[in-house]
């Protein structure tokens, strides 16, 4: 399904098939950089070093604010600046000139933080979504791999293109949704990408403190958040390392880490664009202080205040807005787009339009009670103003007398005319002159600009504004704001960075207005809320001034009117005295918030992608500390390992299985394998469970049984699993566990299979994430030392029916075996008790392609069918939301996958081969 190219052909199309289709904003020729896909990560060979950023040399906090105190080392400055051999030097000189002359704010470690060093980290591509791509697929059983790739905005490249021309070869524009730490986020792509410069509009929405509570959102389905209860601790290392490392001195670590953020947020911007950081009044003044010191107090645009909410209860005043801080990389040169808003007709304005214009043309003061009518005024007649006609100094030629009305008039002392004797007579002609006391005056209806430009107090924020009027994240932001903020400082096409992705809002709000965007998250939460609110929702479809170059070519604005004569176009005349008096067209105003919308064609997402930074992987050696309880993770993580098993030496499977384990040690002379136990001996209720059970490991016990671990931060890989399972055969191990944070497809169909290619079974066991934490949680009671969970259990259906390229498939998912670190029970969740789940029907082993998308007990695609009108049948709908897939055909590589995301934002996977599905009955 291509996207409109020309709006005459596709709407007419569209009309006359009466027949709804979805459509997105296609990018034009913009373009990026091309990123590996996560399945080439151990083949990835384009390392960079870590990147130091130093401050300002100017930022010394040992400088005193008064120069008097220092003048030998200020008029060495000013040598230097007239000496320097090129501008950068003298910038570097003069910055740090202006830092003496000025206050700053200092904390603890700042002085002995001159610089901080960041890894340079790829970023690899986890999955490629795209709506329309869904639509395609739930609507035709056909597979046209070529157009499907096109969808994705995926190219027909190999593996081997794909590895070798990453981060070199530009391709064209996809949007991003990035996993990882912010820091080291935009730091790749300030040294992977080379996108310094080039965001137009950077929208930032840190933590408002150092609340652990005010920070994180544990549950895709629960916002409620309470500040220290170890049930709302988030499970996700990266969170917690970031909430431990970030806030350990308090406001002074919380200082630190925005600064740092605010440094490469400033390389990345564009010397015309902007920032915007959302912040409440607890730490307003310390935020300003800090990017005053960032990008400088002379590119402070302006303090905003918007409403967060109607009503907040305190004991002193009640706090109901928060702020935005607006500063440009360069004051002088940014971008500013006028934006308006509805000028509201109220009484107070009233009194000064307090004259009107009846229906017959005759015109009268308003009463004391029609002035408290507000905008009902409009019933009655049109109020106008009488404004001053003069303009300071005096001129003979502009101060002639005026006869009106049988008196003749003079401008005051050392005053003019506003407009010549031929403009006085226009204004006469136009019935614009009017008398008030003594003096001649101008006639300003109220509604010759019924709209005002933005001021800095935002009061219709903070009630609706959401999608379906409902909050998808704790500290979600009012659409409203972010829009305004993005159509006065961008044009269709800039790209936008949101370090703080929340709910997505920045994303949604870009897509809507045409801009390209990347949003980047430490949590897996709202990436989730992101990645469904993305892929589920419709916009308008704004009609493109050059269809070829997409929305960066600008949108149509026309002039309209509704059927009370206001305008409602893009396009709104700006009536004045003067254009009046020079008989003049009236200046127009472009209303950016108004694009001429093409009501016939259904908007969707266009394709986007989930990429994530992922750590050079640690190297788990059989060799390291002798003593397994004084070594670190970090210098033997194989020896905290095995301490781990020997705190918890039961392992909890799926299918409420379980197995205990004694004698927990280090092989030896092991060249793959990393640890040895034996099982404890079952009692004979444990058989008699096993018995009713009727599900049992098989297991001899006393006979030593094998581990691998695999990397803390990568996946386990085919090639561990093959090598560790023939060294424990020969050994003659009982079994293999294999223990993972991750582990790759091939791996896992190796580990399911692997009593028949290598002669010794094997099972995954899937460690909780705590495990990478340290020490960070154990006193809580939610933080159980050592948990796993199960992987999805799914049914592939093999149909009877068939369509011209071979035999269909349907895939269903029946539940999800989930552990709970807190009762240490096994939780079997059902399929439809799961945010969500996708389904790659065409699985290459590379990147997650999201054919079907699934929100059991949503209606997340409510806002999608309503738009579409009945184009699908009712049913596919219901696949979209429960548990079954529609069907699907064969693809290339002969098998799928299915990803199924947790309350907690962790993502299972399992894979198929089609040839193992089980036939329809």
């Known amino acids: 399904m291509s996207t409109k190219g020309r709006r005459s052909t596709k709407a007419k199309q569209t009309r006359d098939a009466k027949d709804p289709q979805a459509y997105d904003h296609k990018k034009g020729e913009d373009k990026l950089l091309l990123r590996p896909d996560v399945g080439l990560q151990a083949q990835f060979r384009q390392k960079k070093p870590p990147k130091s950023y130093r401050y300002d040399p100017g930022l010394d906090p040992a400088l005193s604010w008064d ?9 060495a400055l000013v040598a230097r600046i007239e000496q320097a051999e090129d501008l950068t030097e003298a910038k570097l000189a003069a910055a740090e000139l202006r830092q003496m002359s000025r206050p700053f704010l200092n904390w603890a470690g700042k002085a002995e933080r001159g610089e901080f060093t960041v890894p340079t980290l790829p970023l690899f591509v986890h999955e490629r979504l795209s709506t329309q791509a869904i639509l395609q697929s739930v609507k035709s059983h056909k597979r046209d791999r070529q157009q499907t790739l096109a969808l994705f905005a995926d190219e027909e490249l190999d593996v081997a293109d794909r590895l070798l021309k990453a981060y070199t070869y530009q391709t064209d524009w996809v949007n991003r949704l990035l996993l990882g730490d912010s820091l080291v986020v935009m730091n790749s792509l300030l040294q992977y990408e080379g996108l310094g410069g080039q965001v137009q509009m950077l929208y930032m929405d840190p933590p408002y403190g150092v609340k652990f509570g005010s920070n994180f959102q544990p549950f895709i389905r629960r916002r409620d958040v309470r500040h220290g209860d170890d049930g709302d601790l988030t499970r996700e290392p990266e969170m917690v390392q970031a909430y431990r490392d970030t806030w350990e001195l308090g406001l002074h670590s919380y200082l630190t880490y925005l600064r740092d953020r605010l440094l490469l947020a400033r390389e990345l911007l564009n010397e015309r664009g902007s920032i915007f950081v959302q912040i409440s009044d607890e730490n307003l003044h310390h935020v300003r202080e800090v990017m005053d010191e960032v990008f400088g107090a002379e590119n402070c645009i302006a303090v905003i205040a918007f409403k967060k909410t109607g009503f907040a209860s305190d004991e002193t005043l009640s706090t109901t807005h928060d702020f935005l801080l607006w500063y440009a990389k360069r004051s002088e040169d ?25 229906p017959d043309g005759t015109r009268r003061p308003l009463s004391s009670d029609e002035k408290n009518l507000g905008p009902r005024i409009r019933e009655i007649g049109r109020p106008y103003a009488r404004n001053p006609m003069v303009s300071p100094g005096w001129q003979d030629s502009l101060s002639l007398p005026v006869e009106f009305e049988g008196r003749t008039f003079r401008p005051p002392p050392n005053r003019h005319w506003a ?3 031929e403009g006085i007579e226009r204004l006469r002609e136009a019935r614009r002159l009017a008398i008030k006391g003594n003096t001649l005056r101008f006639i300003r209806y109220f509604d010759d600009f019924p709209l005002q430009p933005l001021g800095t107090v935002w009061n219709d924020t903070g009630v609706g504004g959401f999608v379906g009027d409902e909050r998808l994240y704790v500290v979600q932001t009012d659409v409203r704001v972010i829009q305004r903020c993005l159509l006065m400082t961008t044009d269709p096409g800039d790209l936008v960075l949101d370090p703080t992705c929340g709910s997505g809002t920045t994303a949604y709000v870009a897509e809507q207005w045409g801009r390209r965007w990347i949003t980047i998250d430490t949590s897996r939460v709202p990436l989730a809320l992101a990645r469904q609110r993305l892929l589920t929702a419709t916009f308008p479809y704004y009609e493109l001034r050059d269809p070829a170059r997409g929305p960066g070519g600008g949108f149509v604005y026309k002039r309209k009117h509704n059927q009370k004569g206001e305008e409602v176009g893009g396009i709104v005349p700006h009536i004045t005295l003067k254009s009046i008096a020079q008989n003049e067209p009236p200046q127009e105003e472009v209303l950016v918030d108004r694009p001429e919308v093409e009501s016939s064609i259904v908007r969707v997402s266009g394709p986007f992608v989930v990429e994530a930074t992922i750590p050079t992987a640690i ?35 799926a299918g409420n299985q379980s197995v205990t384990l004694k004698h927990i040690r280090r092989p030896a002379k092991a060249m793959d394998l990393h640890a040895e136990a034996e099982l404890v001996e079952p009692t004979l209720e444990d058989l008699a469970e096993e018995a009713a059970t009727q599900k049992s490991l ?11 671990f695999g990397p803390e931060h990568g996946p386990v890989t085919e090639q561990m699993v093959f090598a560790a399972a023939k060294e424990a055969h020969l050994k003659s191990y009982n079994r293999l566990f294999v223990v993972g944070f991750a582990i790759q497809p091939g791996a896992s169909k190796l580990i399911q299979n692997c009593e028949q290619a290598v002669g010794l079974p094997a099972t995954y066991v899937q460690a909780t994430m705590d495990l990478v934490m340290n020490d960070l949680l154990k006193t809580t009671r939610a933080s159980q030392i050592f948990s796993v969970t199960g992987a999805p259990d799914i049914r592939l259906i093999r ?3 068939k369509n011209g390229n071979g035999p269909l498939y349907r895939v269903e998912l029946l539940g999800l075996d989930v552990f709970d670190p807190v009762t240490m029970q096994n939780d079997h969740r059902k399929g439809d008790d799961v945010p969500a789940w996708l389904l790659d029907a065409d699985y290459d082993d590379l990147v997650f392609h999201v054919t079907q998308a699934f929100f059991p007990r949503t209606s997340a695609w409510d806002h999608l069918k309503r738009a579409l009108k009945g184009t699908y049948e009712d049913s596919v709908w219901e696949h979209l939301a429960g548990t079954v897939s529609e069907p699907f055909a064969a693809g290339e590589h002969k098998k799928i996958a299915v990803k199924v995301i947790d309350d907690r934002g962790n993502e299972l996977m399992v894979v198929r081969w089609l040839a193992d599905a089980e036939s329809e009955r």
């Open 334 to 358: 940014i971008k500013l787009r006028s934006v308006f808003g509805e000028r509201e007709l109220l009484p107070n304005e009233l009194f000064f339009y307090d004259q009107i214009e009846l």
């Open 698 to 708: 098989d297991m001899k016990r006393g006979k030593p049984v094998a581990f691998i």
């Open 419 to 421: 407009t010549t004797q």
């Open 619 to 653: 190297e788990l050696s059989p060799t390291g500390a002798t003593n397994d309880n004084q070594a670190s993770y970090e210098a033997d993580p194989i020896g905290r390992m095995i301490e781990v098993l020997r705190r918890s030496p039961t392992l909890r499977l």
């Open 67 to 75: 120069v008097s105190a220092d003048r030998e080392r200020a008029e």
């Open 799 to 801: 149909l009877k029916r």
